[in-house]
């Protein structure tokens, strides 16, 4: 069956950095657009970072614009997000997406919390 298994979520410090994990399995995993998105405490979750299929285009949301970076394996079906001077507003469960035409799959999430 599909799924998408998000590792490497912790507390850290401000400043510091964490760099998440999700392995994917079930489903032709090259052929899918990959995402992170993050849901914090009591707001919509939002997308923070995607890349295409083959890895040769990325996008992400302006709060995190020079500071994280997100990349996938497609020999070993990880997708990656890099993450560094973490902030506290970066504080949230952060999602695996994997997205193809009119099929989208989610994971569980990884809790992220910065914090002194």
């Known amino acids: 069956q599909v799924q998408l298994v998000e590792s490497g979520g912790g507390l850290v410090q401000p400043g510091g950095s964490l760099r998440l994990s999700c392995a994917a399995s079930?489903?032709?995993?090259?052929?899918?657009?990959m995402s992170w998105y993050r849901q914090a405490p009591g707001k919509e979750r939002e997308l923070v970072a995607a890349?295409?299929?083959?890895?040769?285009?990325?996008n992400y949301a302006d709060s995190v614009k020079g500071r994280f970076t997100i990349s996938r394996d497609n020999a070993k079906n990880t997708v990656y997000l890099q993450m560094n001077s973490l902030k506290p507003e970066d504080t949230a469960v952060y999602y695996c997406?994997?997205?193809?035409?009119?099929?989208?799959?989610w994971g569980k999430g990884t809790l992220v919390t910065v914090s002194s």
């Open positions: 079930g489903f032709t995993f090259s052929s899918y657009a």
């Open positions: 997406n994997a997205d193809f035409l009119l099929t989208s799959y």
């Open positions: 890349i295409t299929s083959a890895g040769g285009s990325t």
